[in-house]
């Protein structure tokens, strides 16, 4: 039997439809290899990662608990179910990892906090409910930065995860485990959530595909609000076609959603073969050059070279407030978080910290509960929307959105999808911006515009660049499209994924070994 | 009594009004969790309104449509399109810690209450209240504080429950337009009845389904605005008048003393008849307002305006008018009104039943008793057609009054299953106007009393009483009082 790790969810979708193998040895494949890769105490029905100071240094800590014994018994359910002729979704079968941001009933959602450990939520997310309608088989909760906060993945509460192509390095944030999951072959397919790059940078610091859907088109019941006008789920996978295929699953109106799209989706994977040629094509001029490492402008345009060889006319756009996103992402956000993490006070749920009065109850808990960068936030926020600042921060940061906003949509009148780097350079060192939250932030500053615009964007992997120390790091291009075009957007990263023939496996000195582990 | 009365010649109150309305939907202003009052701690409660991390709101559209209704009814221009925004406090009892309100784009402005209060001349004024907004919240958790106290601070300990948190609120704010406490009491109670009559809430007080709160100062006539406290903890128009007539002179008194009235929020200890600081505003709390990402614009266009405007009811003062034209008497007319009895008084009249008479008896005898029942109306099964049968069966001789009201509390018992006809018949209530049995009583009755007969005789007529009353004793109350009168005045005299 090949190795059932390194198959495309399309792959073994295929399989398991014609029977060549069952949901539950895929299943037990990926356990296995999770239990002798990640760095996690394989006994029991939940498998809990190892507490950070035990975890290894090629350990690459993508889960923070992997439920074994449903995940076992969902795959025997889906197997069962075939058996009997029952009609099954598409990805039936498929083993799939989730953040550890969208609620799983009875199952304990951290958000890489310690503030929530040990809370096991009441109800389901309702993409948890469409991954399991779809008869997707969990396998677990990925580690992230702590509420989503950080761009490595290092702010998590339970220790940080490692880039599989490089164990030295970050994965990127905030979906790092996700990312590192999908491409250390601990998962074929992962949900992540993005608010103003958490999929996309992740992606493409592993050499993944990670996709930002259009704001409103997957629920966000469910999942723990960070900044509610920004977040959305989307999905991580190691090809276009699967990413568009998860991205199906998760997609469409919840009514328990106010801000749920109700209108038609475009179909994802239709006309993902269809290419680009006739399509114009633009380059935004203030996120390609400065700033950018030497080694991602390279890639970036060989990226664009080939698109040109497919047909595609390249041109230069210009989005004239793109130098404002970053600042004005990094007002909203917080101000954002620093109401939507107020509930965190010890009454209800999550650690709590005696004390002997109702607030200072709530100041010890959150004094102990929260980490360092979920802190400087949350206070950034509390001064952004203060009497006295509101008008000069959190107001005229919405305005610099709606500002933004405009731009695409002039920029959009004109060409049919945007390109950029999704991030300035490839993977940074474990440590090396933990003290500079500035250089930190700067990570983003690719990824926010489509974040503010709440347009869909994803990176695609595109090619390596040297990572400065002898090694070679993947590099992902950004294809952004108008709100509600996600199928052009997957329609063209579709046709520079198969113009590149980027291998997603990791490679170099410091990789993750990949391969299906013996049992 | 006005308020010349109540503050030093050249000396003004001024009151504002924040009135909460409590709106009878059936689920929660942002998830499907029952709105009953007074069931089990906690049994009402799901992950949206206890905060769990992830959950979000969902607006209630029968609460939105409810708060354009009162809109209307209070005279108010609809917004075409508001926002909510959130209100960020610290509270054990507010499940996340911010409160969805409404901030700078209320959903209803400019609109006013025209109340009646009685003149120094005992005559009927009119004075009209300005309303600044209206605008729609949710209401927050109840904390239970066990330990000494009842209040938090000396508490062991603290519950909450949480049944309340999420069930949609109206905030109606006054302008301050109020310069006497009757006014205030005539504006509260109005209020009350226009809500009633729009249908969105019961407005019971004493259930916390309104509530008021009272911003007070005095300043010299004609100058600028004084220092205000708001008081708190009024759980009833009574406590409403005497709380502010309290806070008007204690305030006077501090000026008068060279002291400053400060910002304060005070607490109406209602046995004491006294304000007490709660809070002193040293700082205007921040609450940093901003648009909830969450929930989208409320639209209310014209047309939807419109639609809603249709179901618009008959306005209190238009019924009380309406009522005194037929007859009954003003403060009546405002008893039906206030306690929602116009739908069965329509129906007796339309019935049959005399005006006046129906009036009376539903303000009267029906009020009352419901009132010791603690019994809505509507829940008592008392219908326009058994008052209408009611007042018939006295008119024709069959009941009297003491029998009617015992037929009318037999309707009542009997939630509406039975007719007063039927208790009568049931009860044998009906009066003893056989001629002949009655005769007998009354022969039997002057035969044994001959002292008394013989003091009628001579002029002493009120003694006649203590006759009928044997006559009533013997029958049981069902002798027709003034059939027994004849014939014992044709037995006497002859
Ligand atoms: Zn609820």
Known sequence: ?????????????????????????????????????????????????????????????????????????????????????????????????????????????????????????????????????????????????????????????????????????????????????????????????????????????????????????????????????????????????????????????????????????????????????????????????????????????????????????????????AGYALPAYYLIAPSEASSNLARFDGVRYGNRVDAASAEEMNAATREAGFGAEVKRRIMIGTHALSSGYYDAYYLQASKVRTLIAADFRTAFDDVDALISPTAPSVAFRLGENVDDPLAMYLNDVATVPASLAGIPAISVPAGVADDGAGGRLPVGVQVMAPLLGDDVMYRVARALEAATAFDPTPRGARAVAVGEVTR | MTSQALLDDGWELVVGLEVHVELQTNTKMWCGCSTVFGDEPNTNVCEVCTGQPGALPVANEQAVRDAILLGLALQGRIAERCRFHRKNYFYPDLAKNYQISQYDTPLVTDGELVVEVTGDDGGVERRRVGIERLHMEEDTGKSLHVGD???????????????????????????????????????????????????????????GSIRCDANVSVRRVGEELGTRTEIKNLNSVRSLGRAVRYEAQRQLAVIQDGGVIRMETRHWDESRGVTEVLRVKESVTDYRYFPDPDLVEVLSPPQRVEEIARRLPELPAATRARLTGLGVPREQAAVLVANAAVPVFDEAVAAGAEATAAANWLAGDVVGQLAAEDLSLAASGLTGAHLAELTRLIDDGTLSN???????????????????????????????????ELQRIVDDVVAANPDTVAAIRSGNDKAIGALVGQVMKATKGQADPRKTNELLRTAIHG
């Open chain 2, 402 to 436: 003491t029998l009617a009201k015992e037929a009318l509390a037999g309707v009542i018992a009997s939630r509406g299953a039975s007719s007063p006809a039927a208790v009568a018949a049931e009860r044998g209530l009906e009066q003893v106007s056989d001629v002949g």
């Open chain 1, 1 to 321: 039997m090949s190795d059932l790790t390194n198959r495309t969810a399309a792959e073994l979708a295929d399989d398991l439809a014609s029977g060549e193998v069952t949901s539950r040895e895929v299943v037990d494949a990926y356990l296995a290899r999770i239990a002798a890769v990640d760095g996690v105490d394989a006994d029991g029905d939940v498998w809990p990662a190892k507490p950070a100071a035990a975890l290894r240094s090629d350990e690459p800590h993508a889960y923070l608990a992997v439920t074994a014994a449903a995940a076992r018994a969902h795959a025997d359910d889906v197997d069962a179910r075939r058996a009997a002729g029952a009609p099954l979704g598409p990805l039936a079968g498929v083993p799939v990892a989730v953040k550890d941001i969208l609620t799983t009933r009875g199952v304990a959602t951290t958000c890489g906090s310690r503030m929530l450990e040990g809370w096991l939520p009441p109800y389901d997310a309702t993409v948890t409910r469409q991954l399991a309608a779809a008869d997707l088989v969990v396998l677990g909760k990925t580690n992230m930065d702590e509420f989503a906060m950080g761009s490595s993945t290092e702010s998590s509460a339970f220790g940080p995860t490692r880039n599989p192509w490089d164990l030295d390095r970050v994965p990127g944030g905030s979906s790092g485990g996700s990312a590192a999951a999908v491409a250390a072959r601990l998962a074929p397919l992962a949900i992540g959530t993005d608010t103003g790059g958490s999929i996309r940078q992740p992606a493409a610091f592993t050499g993944l595909v990670g996709a930002k859907p259009t704001y409103g088109t997957v629920s966000r019941y469910g999942l723990v609000a960070f900044a509610s006008s920004l977040d959305q789920a989307g999905p991580f996978a190691r090809t276009v076609e699967d990413a568009a295929r998860l991205h199906t699953v998760i997609a469409g109106h919840d009514p328990r959603d106010s801000t749920s799209v109700d209108a038609p989706l475009p179909d994802l994977t239709a006309r993902l073969e269809d290419g680009v040629d006739g399509m114009r094509l633009g380059v935004i001029r203030e996120l390609a050059g400065d700033g950018v490492d030497a080694g991602v402008g390279a890639v970036l345009r060989e990226a664009l070279e080939r698109l040109a060889g497919l047909g595609a006319e390249i041109v230069d756009v210009s989005l004239p407030h």
């Open chain 2, 149 to 207: 106290t009842g209040r938090l601070h000396g508490a062991d300990r603290s519950l909450i429950d949480y049944n309340r948190c999420g069930i949609p609120l109206l905030e109606v704010v006054s302008h301050p337009d109020i310069r006497d406490p009757e006014t205030a009491q005539a504006y509260l109670r109005e209020l009350q009845a226009v809500v009633v009559a729009t249908g969105v809430s019961d407005a019971r007080m004493e259930e």
